[in-house]
């Protein structure tokens, strides 16, 4: 049964599709079978892995309206033999305002997944930079979300935001929803800030971000311009051996039997149990970071 896995965080440009791309193509390639779903109507994740932009008669707004099935959309064997791609193009804007007729207009992603999920080993899904009705129908289908954190300015602020919305999903739609991990992008080890976030957010959520760091790599930024994910790229690139390395940390993070570690950034209770944390209920006051963050900038 897959591991489902939604990537998303309403802040936008934090490199979203970035990682569902580059970690669906790098868990394909350790022969994992894997459905990456394109969950915003931007396409970025289509086309990033090498759709072509219009060319697909049916995608996953036609089921989320219930108009189609995932075995109607899926494309198979995209640039790699394991990995499946579910695409979407700008109607699924519409799907947002169409589903709020609908009864159980929450679970339609949910429901629908639960066809083909048997399938693979993960499902990766790339969410808008919004926490609106098709982000919930992400998370109420999800077992775990993944956050991506650019080392930038204000990058903690807004995440309060979206833990509390995380809190509703698992109170009204989905409790077993927990936290896969925080993924550090953009990373610039020149910078006083990029040092700052990271450090920041390894203290507030501890071993769930993940050790691996996304540095700023412009291969990754090329990459999506000729539709191809970065191990295809350039496969030599830091940019494709990170992603390579996040994967393998997914895999061993989500492999029974194996225990996450604790690292030298402090033990979390509950840091011996394998695979996801659940998300704190506590109170988050993430958003008191960014004054801090702000003024830490100041000395660069
Ligand atoms: P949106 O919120 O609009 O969906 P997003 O969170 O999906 O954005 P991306 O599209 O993945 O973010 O990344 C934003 C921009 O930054 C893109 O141009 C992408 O190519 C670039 N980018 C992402 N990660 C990196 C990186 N590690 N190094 C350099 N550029 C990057
Ligand atoms: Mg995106």
């Given at each position: 049964m897959a591991k489902v896995v939604a990537i998303a965080n309403q802040k936008g440009g934090v490199g979203k599709t970035t990682t569902a791309v580059n970690l669906a193509a790098s868990l394909a390639v350790a022969e994992q079978r894997t459905l990456l779903i394109d969950g915003d109507p931007q396409g970025n994740a289509s086309s990033g892995i090498g759709l072509e932009r219009g060319a697909h008669q049916k995608t996953v707004y036609d089921v989320l309206i219930g108009a189609a099935s995932f075995d109607d959309i899926i494309k198979q064997?995209?640039?790699?033999?394991h990995l499946a791609v579910a695409p979407a193009t700008a109607?699924?804007?519409?799907a947002e305002v169409e589903l709020v007729d609908q009864p159980e207009r929450e679970q339609a992603m949910r429901h629908a997944l639960a066809a083909v999920r048997d399938r693979y080993d993960y499902i990766l899904i790339d969410c808008p930079p919004s926490l609106g009705l098709l982000t919930i129908n992400m998370l109420a289908a999800a077992d775990t979300l993944l956050i991506p954190v650019q080392c930038e300015y204000y990058a903690l602020e807004g995440l309060s935001q979206l833990l509390n919305t995380v809190r509703l999903v698992q109170r009204s739609l989905n409790e077993s929803l927990s936290l896969e991990g925080v993924l550090l992008t953009m990373y610039d080890a020149r910078l006083n800030l990029s040092r700052q976030v990271a450090s920041d957010a390894r203290e507030y959520f501890g071993n769930q971000v993940f050790e691996t760091v996304i540095p700023r790599n412009i291969r990754l930024a090329e990459a999506p311009s000729f539709g191809k994910p970065i191990i295809l790229y350039d496969v030599a690139s830091i940019g494709a051996q990170s992603y390579v390395s996040v994967a393998r940390e997914l895999i061993a993070r989500n492999s029974p039997g194996t225990h996450t570690q604790p690292t030298e950034h402090g033990e979390r209770p509950g840091s011996e149990q394998p695979g996801a944390q659940p998300i704190d209920p506590g109170e988050a006051p993430l958003s008191d970071h960014a004054p801090e963050l702000a003024d830490s900038s100041a000395s660069e």
């Open positions: 064997a995209v640039q790699f033999k109607d699924l804007a519409a």
